[in-house]
T-cell receptor, first 110, second 114 residues
C-alpha cells in the first residue's frame, strides 16, 4: 500500500500563501496524487489531484516533483476557512481505494 | 444536485449489538465506498461497492459487511459491536469504479459504543 508522509501541523497567516508538502517515495507510475481537506465534524472535501504535471484549480495549485516522489499543495491566499486537516493521498489507478495518512493540521492566524 | 447523504448522523449502541448505516450516493454515481475514522487509526478504507458487487475490501474483520442496492444506495452493517468500533463512518461516492477523479464524501455517521 502506497504511503505518504506529511508534517503533523503547520501555521500560516491569513492572506499569505501556504505550501503544504507531502512525500511519497514509494509512488508507482499509475498512482494519482490527491489532496483532500477535512473541517471539524465534516467529511473530507476534494481539493485537487494530478498525475505528473502541475495542476491549478479555483481552490489551489498542486506542484508535483519531476520524479513524483513528492508534491506540494499551494493555497495562494490562506483564509480562516482554510483551517483544516489536509490529506495527501495516493490513489491507485483503477481502484477506488484511498489510503489516508495522518494529514497536516493547518492553523490560519488572523 | 444533492450530495452524499448518510443516515443516521449519530447513534449510540451497546457492546454486542449490531448496527446498520445507510448511504445514498449522488444521483448517477454507481460506486460507493466506506471509511472508518478514529482518533487513533485515522481514516481507514472498509470496502467499495459498484453495481451491487463488492470490488475492494480493506483489512477489517468479518463483523463489518456491506451491500449495495440496484439504485446504488448502500448499507454497511457491524455485528457484535465492540468498544473499539466507536468511530465516524464515512461514505463516499463516485461515478464509476476505477475512476481517477474525486470522491464525494458524506458528513458521516458517528457511532458510539458503550
Amino acid at each position: 500500500d502506497a504511503k505518504t508522509t506529511q508534517p503533523n501541523s503547520m501555521e500560516s497567516n491569513e492572506e499569505e500563501p501556504v505550501h503544504l508538502p507531502c512525500n511519497h517515495s514509494t509512488i508507482s507510475g499509475t498512482d494519482y496524487i490527491h489532496w483532500y481537506r477535512q473541517l471539524p465534524s465534516q467529511g473530507p472535501e476534494y481539493v485537487i489531484h494530478g498525475l505528473t504535471s502541475n495542476v491549478n484549480n479555483r481552490m489551489a495549485s498542486l506542484a508535483i516533483a519531476e520524479d513524483r516522489k513528492s508534491s506540494t499543495l499551494i493555497l495562494h491566499r490562506a483564509t480562516l476557512r482554510d483551517a483544516a486537516v489536509y490529506y495527501c493521498i495516493l490513489r491507485p489507478y483503477n481502484f477506488n481505494k484511498f489510503y489516508f495518512g495522518s494529514g497536516t493540521k493547518l492553523n490560519v492566524k488572523p | 444536485k444533492a450530495g452524499v447523504t448518510q443516515t443516521p448522523r449519530y447513534l449510540i449502541k451497546t457492546r454486542g449489538q449490531q448496527v446498520t448505516l445507510s448511504c445514498s450516493p449522488i444521483s448517477g454515481h454507481r460506486s460507493v465506498s466506506w471509511y472508518q475514522q478514529t482518533p487513533g487509526q485515522g481514516l481507514q478504507f472498509l470496502f467499495e461497492y459498484f453495481s451491487e458487487t463488492q470490488r475492494n475490501k480493506g483489512n477489517f474483520p468479518g463483523r463489518f459487511s456491506g451491500r449495495q442496492f440496484s439504485n446504488s444506495r448502500s448499507e454497511m452493517n457491524v455485528s457484535t459491536l465492540e468498544l473499539g468500533d466507536s468511530a465516524l463512518y464515512l461514505c463516499a461516492s463516485s461515478p464509476r469504479t476505477g475512476d481517477t477523479g474525486e470522491l464525494f464524501f458524506g458528513e458521516g455517521s458517528r457511532l458510539t459504543v458503550l
